[in-house]
């Protein structure tokens, strides 16, 4: 297990650039990946089942600890993301799909990656663990609500479907890696340092398949998706720092709080667009995955080297997403 752990690692460490390779691979030859989008709820599923696996009681009992940093951190996910994402939509010259990917991106629970940038940003690790765990219950009713509310103006939405939808792929695996790690834990803790590669692997193949289903599109409306992907991301570790800030938060809480909010469940959101939408709905998400990881790396580096004033957890187990 040393040795796949050093490769998960690894692979963790070079999530960006595998990602963007692979992406460039299936713009490349859209054809050879052709039928990947049928897989790509149940690469979500088994990527959320990882996550569930590596929490533990423990990690809800912050609430119980720090509960106003909590709810703060948890309104200012589901408030600030989307209140960009429809300001993004309603003034970019984005195609109805593309817009609709902008506001599913911006309505999807936090991605698991997160933790591992606030522990890397001597942040409150154990806020953001808190946090990605809440949002990611609360997903099933919120996220179908807000993208109701926020993109029905551009395309139907049903929001019983997307609720069934990320109860099977988010939900439903998330609770069961979780029962497994609480009553299996000897037999669980021998694959956990595998759980960074396994979310590598499934990203990357959900990236191709939605690069490969939107090629045309992606090429007539590259840098306008990419604008609208890094302002969204930018404006939302910034909101998400200031929120706390204004709060009274300390600054670990401040840390974590910036980029929980700034970092998404991308890979949701593309499920979410290739079932329920378009495929070229799904390539912000796509598009998203690379660049909150880069952005995330770069403000964690940043940050790495500032001492904070606050509580922090000593470890924690992540994986990009």
């Not at 911006?106 to 606030?118: E, K, L, Q």
């Not at 090629?215 to 969204?232: F, K, M, N, R, Y």
């Not at 929980?260 to 495929?279: C, D, K, R, W």
Request: hydrophobic share 60%; aromatic share 6%.
């Amino acid at each position: 297990m040393g040795r796949l752990q050093q490769i998960s690692d690894q692979a963790g460490r070079w999530f960006p650039l595998i990602v963007l390779v692979a992406g460039a691979i299936a713009m490349a030859v859209p054809g050879a990946f052709a039928g990947w989008s049928a897989a790509v709820p149940w690469l979500l599923a088994l990527i959320m089942l990882g996550m569930g696996l590596t929490l533990r009681p423990v990690d809800f009992a912050y609430v119980a600890r720090r509960p106003i940093a909590f709810v703060i951190g948890v309104v200012a996910q589901f408030v600030i993301m989307p209140g960009i994402g429809w300001l993004l939509a309603t003034t970019l010259p984005l195609s109805p799909e593309l817009a609709v990917g902008v506001i599913l991106v911006a309505c999807s629970p936090g991605g698991t990656a997160s933790n591992v940038m606030v522990f890397l940003a001597k942040g409150d690790t154990a806020l953001s663990v808190a946090m990605t765990s809440a949002s990611t219950l609360l997903a099933p009713i919120v996220t179908p609500l807000l993208v109701l509310a926020l993109a029905g103006r551009f395309l139907p939405v049903q929001p019983g479907a997307l609720f069934v939808s990320i109860l099977q792929i988010v939900l439903i695996p998330v609770l069961l890696g979780f029962l497994l790690r609480r009553f299996a834990e000897r037999q669980v803790e021998k694959v956990v340092p595998a759980l960074p590669l396994v979310s590598v692997v499934g990203i990357t193949a959900v990236v191709m398949a939605v690069v490969a289903g939107s090629a045309a599109a992606l090429l007539a409306s590259g840098l306008v998706i990419l604008v609208a992907v890094v302002l969204h991301n930018v404006l939302g570790l910034g909101l998400g720092y200031l929120a706390a800030r204004l709060c009274g938060l300390d600054e670990t809480a401040r840390r974590a709080i910036s980029i929980e909010v700034g970092m998404q469940n991308s890979g949701l959101s593309a499920s979410l667009a290739t079932t329920h939408f378009n495929p070229v709905a799904a390539l912000p998400a796509a598009v998203f995955s690379v660049w909150h990881n880069v952005s995330g790396s770069i403000l964690a580096g940043y940050w790495a080297r500032r001492p904070a004033v606050g509580p922090v957890r000593s470890g924690v187990d992540g994986s990009p997403e």
